[in-house]
């Protein structure tokens, strides 16, 4: 995705909040010194936003460590209450009438566990999944054929977002590997804020579960990954993309392929790519 005007201070406000959690006053100006003095370098129209996003976050990579701490209690404490609504949630899905319906209702639910930072109690709730769950709430919008692409797909590239919401995700690649398909699972090196990383996939017992599980540095921007990775991706029919930084990362770079994107709209370059309005989840096939 090429970034609009407002992705250069939305860049800023999203890595100095997390990079700088726990910083003190003098080093948040050198943070946000180091922010700027990248985006001055990195930030232009025919830019891939999720590489100009890598490129801000390794700036401040000395702060990443000490964020690390902030955020690693948060993340168990997504994941454990993400487990409590696992049984509720197989319910929903078992309740679908057919293949297809199970498989939507796998898309929606980890769909809406896109939710909004980590860092903000509330959010740990995951509110959103329990008002569908509960019919308070309607359904994610759904664009394109998503089961008959899945259905297709001997071999399926997963890219995760957050730790907690992974939990979701993995009723989603369970429905896949009943399908007979072979997943490829992609999660982030440690630290990186509030994204899973192996330990949280193996949480949910994911590492049992898929097929190969790797980890990248950052956003998977595929002409910026190692060749293990772009190998991957090229070996893969299907790809499901998790969450708002991997729709910016990889949008536009899988052209030869299907791509289904699942995400929370969260802003308006977003909302005028997907068309669908700010605060509405939705699942698309090759926005």
Known sequence: MKPELECASCTLKWVYERAGVLAERE??????????????????STANLGAMCNKV????????????????????????????????????????????????????????????????????????????????????????????????????????????????????????????????????????????????????RLDRLVDDLRTVKGLFVPPCSPSSLKNLLDQSDLVISKGTGNFEALRGEIKSKPAVFMLKVKCKPVAKITGQDVGIFVVQMNA
């Open 57 to 204: 976050v390794e700036a401040a990579e000395q702060f990443m460590l000490a964020s690390s701490k902030y955020y690693k209690p948060l993340k168990r404490e997504s994941n454990r209450l993400a487990k409590e609504l696992l049984p509720a949630a197989k319910k929903f899905i078992d309740e679908g009438n057919t293949n297809r319906g199970k498989f939507i209702r796998s898309c929606c639910l980890a769909a809406s566990s896109n939710i909004a930072p980590i860092g903000f109690s509330e959010t740990l709730r995951f509110h959103e999944v329990k008002d569908i769950l509960t019919g308070k709430s309607p359904w994610p919008v759904v664009l394109g054929d998503v089961y008959e692409a899945a259905k297709k797909a001997k071999r399926v590239l997963y890219v995760t977002d957050n730790a907690g919401e992974i939990g979701f995700d993995s009723l989603l690649i369970s429905k896949l590997k009943q399908m007979g398909s072979k997943v490829a699972l992609v999660v982030r090196e440690e630290p990186f804020f509030e994204d899973a990383t192996t330990e949280d996939a193996s949480f949910f």
């Open 27 to 44: 080093d948040r100006f050198l943070l946000s010194r180091s922010i700027l003095k990248t985006l001055s370098k990195e930030f232009h």
